[in-house]
């Protein structure tokens, strides 16, 4: 790496001049992208009138500005320059403190990198702050105190009400930032462990005040790029940007016990903007992915939606609950997304919508494609009584909507119930589409394909047959039979 490793002394290296080389071929190369996207984009125009297709389109193709790489620090210190020993039990929250501090007086220079060297490196949950790189060499391990008084205490999030699990303040998380810009976590895939199994425990006895904490969260920040490294046994949800823009998350592996660790959710992207998951192993105690945006009249006040999110090549297991899922907090809206080249196994669910009465929002322009699912209970779901509320102050009348839902190429084995688009009277689905659809299934009843409030198309020939609700569509793009039974359901929870 072009730096130098630093002590308390803080000198500098200057970087090699081959970087202006480097720079000009990146330059170049940059140039060739955006000229490929902006010709096949014009075919793309040319072929295809849907707006918002070619919006995912080019999200696709394009990262946020500033998350592709990032960005090289030119000075570096160890935690052992801070006092941090990594025997399993010192304390060392005062040497990260430490560290941090000393980074913040970088800011004007380009910020500066703390390394964690091999050992196991107990503390209580640290702040990070702008322009700092948190790197993690392979042997490290960043252990969470497991006694939750030394957790501080932070007021609930403002798009969540008086509290997700108890009303009144929550913990904070194991390594947080608030407010911050420019931050980098890697590694040589180092472990961030939160010791997650005394919070499971403490909450199924209901014996815990306050909301758990994530592992790893940031708030209202910018630029974030997160690589290589290990986030396991979170108290709660594992990795969750809340209100951010520009977050970057590849090559992470994230792992919590598939059974008895509840809400351990994997990435949680929380009312946020311009986000690229990608390239990552998920099994957790919960959703591998939840989308979100705010819970009921909380989140519709916030009114801060989750948009311009792409999920890709990422393998996930949820024994008891979904692979990818949007909501059910998504009163704030959830649009432009687009999951691709996923495989889901040994899960509950697939792919998962869900929402009720009373969240408002809307969740709409959802492009899935390249799903394979392996030994999956239901594949797709997009459920609408999703009834969990923070408080009776809800507005019934608050009805989300759902709608311009895309389905292409899902395929797999051992699933029970390929589909089950559950809408209702008051919230229909609309708009959904389903292409090159092959799923081989486990139940032998008829209703296998399962439609209540639904309208939209099947492209082409599909297995398992699908339900009546939907218009028939031949590959070419011909109709070949309009649906006269939207409203007819299917729905079997037996199955």
């Not at 705010?294 to 311009?308: A, E, F, L, M, V």
């Amino acid at each position: 790496m072009m730096m130098e490793i630093l002590s308390c002394n803080w000198r500098f290296q200057f970087q090699n001049p081959r970087r202006s080389v480097l720079a000009v071929v990146s330059a170049h190369k940059a140039l060739f992208t955006l000229l490929w996207i902006i010709g096949f984009s014009s075919l793309f125009l040319w072929q295809r009138s849907s707006v918002e297709g070619i919006r995912i389109f080019l999200w696709v193709a394009w990262r946020p500005p500033g998350t592709a790489l990032p960005r090289l620090r030119t000075v570096a210190f160890n935690l052992t320059d801070f006092g941090g020993v990594g025997d399993g039990v010192t304390m060392n929250t005062e040497a990260f403190k430490r560290a941090v501090a000393a980074i913040s007086k970088f800011e004007k220079r380009g910020g500066a990198q703390l390394n964690v060297q091999p050992g196991r490196w107990l503390t209580a949950p640290f702040n990070l702050t702008s322009h700092m790189t948190l790197f993690l060499a392979e042997g490290a391990v960043i252990l969470g105190v497991e006694d939750e008084n030394l957790w501080p205490l932070m007021p609930p999030l403002p798009s969540y009400g008086y509290g997700r699990e108890h009303k009144g303040p929550r913990y904070g998380s194991l390594i947080h930032g608030q407010k911050i810009v420019d931050v980098v976590i890697t590694g040589h895939n180092g472990t961030i462990d939160g010791q997650g199994k005394s919070w499971w425990t403490k909450f199924r006895r209901r014996s815990l005040n306050y909301t758990r904490g994530p592992l790893v969260q940031f708030m209202w920040s910018e630029h974030i790029n997160i690589s290589n490294i290990t986030l396991m046994n979170s108290p709660f949800w594992t990795l969750h940007p809340y209100d951010c823009k520009n977050i970057t998350i590849s090559k992470v592996t994230i792992l919590a016990p598939i059974s008895e660790a509840p809400n351990t959710d994997g990435i949680d992207p929380d009312s946020c903007e311009n986000v690229v998951i990608e390239n990552c192993y998920i099994s957790v105690g919960d959703d591998g992915i939840a989308i979100k945006s705010g819970w009921d009249q909380y989140g519709i006040k916030y009114g801060r939606p989750s948009t311009n999110i792409v999920i890709r090549n990422l393998l996930i297991r949820s024994l008891v609950s979904a692979g990818v899922s949007i909501g059910s907090e998504m009163s704030g809206g959830v649009s432009n997304v687009a999951v691709e080249n996923i495989y889901i196994w040994g899960s509950r669910r697939g792919v998962r919508i869900k929402t009720a009465p009373g969240r408002g929002g809307y969740v709409k322009n959802i492009s899935y494609h390249n799903i394979t699912l392996d030994n999956v209970r239901v594949g797709i779901v997009i459920k609408t009584d999703y009834n969990e509320h923070p408080d009776d102050d809800f507005d019934p009348h608050a009805l989300p909507i759902i709608s311009n839902i895309t389905y292409d190429g899902f395929h797999g084995q051992g699933v029970r119930v390929p589909v089950r688009i559950q809408g209702s009277e008051e919230i229909p689905v609309q708009n959904v589409t389903f292409h090159d659809i092959s799923i081989g299934i486990t139940s032998k009843k008829k209703h296998v394909f399962q439609c209540s409030f639904v309208d939209g198309r099947v492209i082409g020939s599909i297995f398992p047959v699908p339900c009546e609700n939907l218009d028939r569509y031949d590959e070419h793009g011909r109709l070949v039979m309009r649906s006269s039974s939207q409203n007819v359901s299917d729905i079997d929870y037996d199955i």
